[in-house]
C-alpha cells in the first residue's frame, strides 16, 4: 500500500511513501496480523483470544457493581 500526501489546498502531490518489502518487514506484518485475530498456534490461541476479551467486560461490570454497592453502605 501506497501512501501519498497531497497539498489540501491545491491538491499538488507533496511526495509518497512505499512501504518496506523486506522479509523481516513481512515475516513481522504476517506474525502481527496473526496475534490480531489469534490464529498464531491455532484453537489455543484463540481460546486464550476469547477468555482475554471475554474478561474486560467482566471486570467493568462488576467494577461498577462493587462501586456501588460501597457507596450505599453507611459510613461507620
Known amino acids: ?3 501519498v ?3 489540501r489546498y491545491t491538491g499538488t502531490v507533496l511526495g509518497h ?3 518496506d518489502t523486506s522479509p523481516a518487514s513481512r515475516y513481522l506484518a504476517s506474525v502481527n496480523s496473526e496475534l490480531h485475530y489469534g ?3 491455532g484453537l489455543p490461541t484463540k481460546i486464550l483470544w ?3 476479551c471475554a474478561l474486560v467486560p ?3 461490570i462488576t467494577c461498577v457493581a462493587l ?3 460501597r457507596a450505599r453502605r453507611p459510613a461507620p
Open 1 to 3: 500500500m501506497h501512501r
Open 39 to 41: 490464529t498464531i498456534v
Open 17 to 19: 511513501l512505499q512501504p
Open 50 to 52: 476469547f477468555i482475554a
Open 67 to 69: 462501586n456501588h454497592r
Open 5 to 7: 500526501n497531497f497539498d
Open 58 to 60: 467482566f471486570f467493568a
